[in-house]
């Protein structure tokens, strides 16, 4: 069973920067598309970005132009750079397979706070 485990997070004041690590135990990573969701209080789990197998990239609306998903296979690890973080991307955030596949069990995510 692959296991997921994020890390990175941290509280940060708007216009910050932080990037979130997730790591899956296994050696199957490379075989998936992988993505990162978050969530905020109250809300419900929202897709924020994904990134193929071979590298093709979408992102999110609401953080195109501010994040940056990568991956390293050999590491079996996903990324997520996040710049000119805002108050509204305060969520827990998860990495999974990409949207339309069977998910894999979830991680604890990681806590991810804007304020001044």
């Known amino acids: 069973q692959v296991q997921l485990v994020e890390s990175g997070g941290g509280l940060v004041q708007p216009g910050g920067s932080l990037t979130l690590s997730c790591v899956a135990s296994?050696?199957?990573?490379?075989?998936?598309?992988m993505g990162w969701y978050r969530q905020a209080p109250g809300k419900q789990r929202e897709w924020v970005a994904h990134?193929?197998?071979?590298?093709?990239?979408k992102y999110g609306d609401s953080v195109k132009g501010r994040f940056t998903i990568s991956r390293d296979n050999a590491k079996n690890t996903l990324y997520l750079q996040m710049n000119s973080l805002k108050p509204e991307d305060t969520a827990v955030y998860y990495c999974?397979?990409?949207?339309?596949?069977?998910?894999?069990?979830w991680g604890q995510g990681t806590q991810v706070t804007v304020s001044s």
């Open positions: 999974n397979r990409a949207m339309g596949n069977m998910m894999l069990p």
């Open positions: 296994g050696s199957i990573f490379g075989f998936y598309a």
């Open positions: 990134i193929s197998r071979e590298g093709s990239i």
